[in-house]
T-cell receptor, first 114, second 111 residues
């Protein structure tokens, strides 16, 4: 299957700092990418839909000023968690849409905010 | 909200077939049935999808009932590495439509 990478795989940061997570489609172009968050023992929750060259669409309850998404190219989307707090600690996962038929997921980024 | 219902957990002996059921009684005519799985601390892995015909690939088979209100994912010879949470999702195809995850079924394969 298609490969989606994420960097970093895990990050620890201090409260109040910002963290950037990259999501790349390695062997295909993705017009649309999605960002999910997963808390322990829970399912994936959709945060936002990222479209190349346009503003992201955020799900209800997700603060767009806190979770900045940039999809500057067809192979890269970034999620920046601004002024991170301990409650933002979670597993962040991106996925890339291939022609509307199948989505492939990255390996995830584990964020721990101290 | 997820439009599917799955049992929270299932057990399977190694080497036996694992049959994972999914109920999607409100599925629309243009919605596909997708199956993904998530092994602990990893991103979800695509398994298979279908519209109304049964489908098979190197990983699994998907059996969809004629009325499309339910489906079964079959792992023909389960191994310990198949232990994971399996998600059944219904989704339309147009690009830009997100996958909405329910709680899934935790499959435990034991020797």
């Amino acid at each position: 299957g298609a490969v989606v990478s994420q960097h970093p795989s895990r990050v620890i940061c201090k409260s109040g700092t910002s963290v950037k997570i990259e999501c790349r489609s390695l062997d295909f172009q993705a017009t649309t990418m999605f960002w999910y968050r997963q808390f322990p023992k829970q399912s994936l929750m959709l945060m936002a839909t990222s479209n190349e060259g346009s503003k992201a669409t955020y799900e209800q309850g997700v603060e767009k000023d806190k979770f900045l998404i940039n999809h500057a190219s067809l192979t890269l989307s970034t999620l920046t968690v601004t002024s991170a707090h301990p409650e933002d600690s979670s597993f962040y996962i991106c996925s890339a849409d291939i022609g509307g038929e199948t989505q492939y997921f990255g390996p995830g980024t584990r964020l721990l905010v101290l | 909200d997820a439009k599917t219902t799955q049992p929270p957990s299932m057990d399977c002996a190694e080497g036996r077939a694992a049959n994972l059921p999914c109920n999607h009684s409100t599925i629309s005519g243009n919605e596909y049935v997708y199956w993904y799985r998530q092994i602990h601390s990893q991103g979800p892995q695509y398994i298979i999808h279908g519209l109304k015909n049964n489908e098979t690939n190197e990983m699994a088979s998907l059996i969809i009932t004629e009325d499309r209100k339910s489906s079964t994912l079959i792992l023909p010879h389960a191994t310990l590495r198949d232990t994971a949470v399996y998600y059944c999702i219904v989704r339309v195809h147009p690009a830009g439509t997100a996958l909405i995850f329910g709680k899934g079924t935790t499959l435990s394969v034991s020797s």
